[in-house]
């Protein structure tokens, strides 16, 4: 099926884009799913269309989601095929995970630290923060002290993660914006909905989020925004700036940041926003420029990979010193890491 962990977005496209599909593909895509499923479905030996069903029961599939009349989606949903189907309580299968956090920030070789990392962990969802500040600290402090309090009041108003989320960076934004302070910040946040076992990571500026998952697969979970992108560049430019060596106006080596009130509204701080499952989810690495441009990310995932679990903070701390001493990082260095067990 590809190398990459397959979400509830993937099988709707696989599902609209077939009409027809062999014991084969629905055994891989089961397997990508979650390996312990895969080994539950080939014990069963169950027919083709109990392992259709199951997806689109599982999945919750609605008729509204059919973009191919011909496809598999079609047929099923349409044509009532999903009745008198097999489809066993399978969500044990999906246990909800058990969430460990190691959060490390070194200064490195700069006179002062400007990176900032915040964590929350609560019975209903968990978010790690990492936000990497230039100019100064006053943004990166500013968006760390006041984040969890105005996304509680919008989770108490919107009763929605993802639109308190949005609303929250946005107010964020306007309320620093307000200030006089000139400085600017990076945003990676992960967010896990532990209910439905759902993950969303908003990313602005280069700080970067990855995930190893329990296929030993990696996932890069944002974009980088920087101005040699070309569709960063096409922004900026369209919104009346330009690019002199590979910075914007001459002045910023990332194409959007929080703050950075002399480059708006060239720059935004509008987030990308990624999605998808934890389920087959071994762990995730949130880091700044200071980690990532000095170190690839399958060399990260192998640093921290194969350790104990009792010993994955001090497998971070040698890892932000080996890119330290050895990949001699010029900045603050910080990492998040998230261990689902």
Do not use: W
């Amino acid at each position: 099926m590809g190398n990459k962990y397959l979400d509830r977005t993937d099988i709707i496209h696989i599902l609209n884009g077939l009409e027809t599909i062999s014991f084969k593909i629905l055994y891989e895509i089961y397997e990508e799913l979650n390996n312990n499923l895969y080994k539950y479905i080939k014990n069963k030996k169950l027919s083709k269309k109990d392992l259709i069903n199951m997806l689109i029961k599982y999945y919750q599939i609605k008729s509204y989601e059919i973009t191919n009349n011909n496809s598999i989606l079609f047929t099923y949903l349409n044509y009532g095929k999903l009745k008198n189907s097999y489809y066993p309580n399978i969500n044990f299968l999906f246990k909800k995970p058990k969430i460990r956090n190691c959060s490390i920030l070194i200064k490195g070789r700069r006179e002062y630290m400007e990176d900032n990392i915040l964590t929350n962990d609560t019975k209903k969802y968990y978010y790690s923060l990492v936000l990497d500040g230039h100019g100064g600290d006053k943004c990166s402090n500013y968006l760390k002290f006041n984040f969890n309090k105005t996304f509680l009041k919008n989770l108490l108003y919107l009763k929605d993660y993802n639109k308190s989320i949005r609303m929250t960076l946005n107010i964020l934004e306007k309320n620093f914006l307000k200030s006089n302070n000139e400085s600017g910040s990076t945003l990676n946040l992960l967010f896990i909905d532990k209910k439905n076992n759902k993950y969303y990571v908003y990313n602005v500026g280069d700080s970067r989020c990855i995930a190893l998952t329990k296929n030993n697969k990696i996932k890069v979970l944002s974009n980088d925004h920087r101005p040699n992108l070309k569709s960063e560049r096409n922004i900026i430019i369209k919104r009346g700036g330009f690019i002199r060596n590979n910075r914007v106006n001459g002045i910023m080596a990332v194409s959007r940041a929080f703050g950075d009130k002399k480059l708006k509204p060239i720059m935004t701080a509008n987030p990308d926003i990624k999605t998808g499952s934890i389920n087959n989810i071994k762990f995730f690495v949130q880091g700044t420029d200071g980690l990532f441009d000095y170190i690839t990310n399958k060399e990260i995932c192998n640093k921290i990979e194969y350790n104990n679990e009792d010993y994955y903070n001090r497998a971070i701390k040698k890892l932000l010193l080996y890119v330290y001493k050895n990949k001699k990082s010029q900045d603050n260095i910080s990492c998040s890491f998230t261990l689902l067990t």
